[in-house]
């Protein structure tokens, strides 16, 4: 039991993300209905993100009461630049490109992520690569390797099988036999990615400024679903566009909301603070894992060679990078020797994880009015 409770202790960031990949899997599988039978996609992100920051208020108040007084104009600039690349941009183009293609070819884009946003860390310099030493070698192999497997499903199909209860496709990949619609959506889905790419570095230079995950994510909701309601009324403001019944749409949106936004966000923001930018990203890939089989068993979806073979290349990368990025912290914190772990991973140029993740303990908020 005591060897349990030490693992979970020192795992808490990798199960964290686990679950952040497990909440997406839902919203793809979930969202590619509705999209396919004709809900708006800014109604849906105004609504899921109204969701999320009621949901994440009561512990914004509780936890971080009184933090809502260090809010200058400055992070008020960084709030709705991480709501507009993060949610409004990257969220808009993701569901549009889902909407044209399938849940299981979105995810792969989604894979895509970590390897840019490792480029674009080094080239902010939040991340350094030394060549010369072999922990860095396998973190840029194994970033190669997730990618090569997302290429690898996108491009490779060879046999298809099938695992659900039905042999044929489902009626939501008939979109999908339309060479307009998978050019368009795919053109979406890279937008997506650049714009989730730069998210995440605009969430670094965020958290350095407002260390205050609750109060971040709600603030961040908030300011997104006003930016996707006026986005979406331009679009269309139709009174049946906006209307909520009691049906898939309402269960999609409240799920989105309370799971897939509102805790995700809060992990999220957790593990980068520990962990620098490029770690949550190195996830993703087992949502194109779970998506896939997901959408096979409930959707009919086919599923190919090509996606086994990549996902087998996926998780390899995977957890060469988290390997290799664990053993260069650790080779640092013992060439510094008492220097504490913040410092050596700062000397890594991991600017991000040199912060401290502020105590969720009430009492916080009081000691700092005083």
């Known amino acids: 039991m005591k060897v349990v409770k030490e693992w979970l202790k020192g795992s808490k960031t990798v199960l964290s993300m686990f679950l952040v990949q497990v909440f997406a899997t839902g919203m793809q599988i979930l969202s590619r209905v509705i999209l396919v039978e004709g809900t708006s996609i800014f109604a849906l992100i105004a609504y899921r993100h109204v969701i999320a920051a009621v949901c994440v208020a009561p512990f914004a108040f509780y936890f971080e009461r009184g933090r809502q007084k260090k809010l200058r104009w400055s992070i008020w600039f960084w709030l709705f ?67 090569g497997g997302a290429l690898t499903t996108s491009l490779y199909k060879g046999k298809e099988f099938y695992i659900g209860l039905t042999t044929h496709h489902s009626h939501t990949t008939s979109v999908q036999s339309s060479k307009v619609n998978m050019l368009r959506g795919t053109l979406f889905l890279l937008g997506s990615c650049f714009s989730y790419t730069a998210w995440f570095i605009v969430q670094v230079k965020l958290l350095e400024i407002f260390p205050f995950k609750y109060w971040g994510t709600m603030l961040t909701c908030i300011i997104a679903s006003i930016q996707a309601a006026i986005v979406g009324i331009c679009l269309d403001c139709r009174k049946v566009t906006w209307s909520l019944k009691w049906n898939l749409q309402l269960m999609t949106i409240i799920y989105s909301g309370t799971l897939a936004t509102a805790a995700t966000f809060c992990l999220i923001y957790w593990a980068i603070s520990i962990k620098g930018p490029t770690y949550p990203t190195m996830f993703n890939p087992l949502a194109l894992i779970f998506v896939t089989i997901s959408e096979a068993i409930l959707l009919g979806e086919p599923i190919s060679l090509g996606i086994l073979v990549g996902m087998i290349l996926i998780l390899t990368g995977l957890y060469s990078f988290l390997w290799g990025k664990e053993k260069e912290t650790e080779t640092m914190v013992e060439a510094c020797g008492e220097v504490s772990t913040a410092m050596a991973r700062e000397s890594l140029g991991l600017h991000s994880t040199a912060m401290v993740v502020p105590s969720i303990s009430p009492s916080n908020g009081k000691n700092d009015r005083n």
């Open 81 to 147: 630049l991480n709501a507009l690349v993060g949610i409004t941009l990257a969220m808009g183009l993701f569901y549009y490109g889902l909407r044209d293609t399938s849940a299981t070819y979105s995810v792969n884009f989604l894979s895509l992520v970590p390897i840019s946003t490792f480029i674009f860390s080094i080239i902010c310099r939040m991340e350094r690569v030394e060549i010369g030493r072999w922990t860095s070698k396998v973190k840029t192999i194994g970033a190669t390797l997730c990618v």
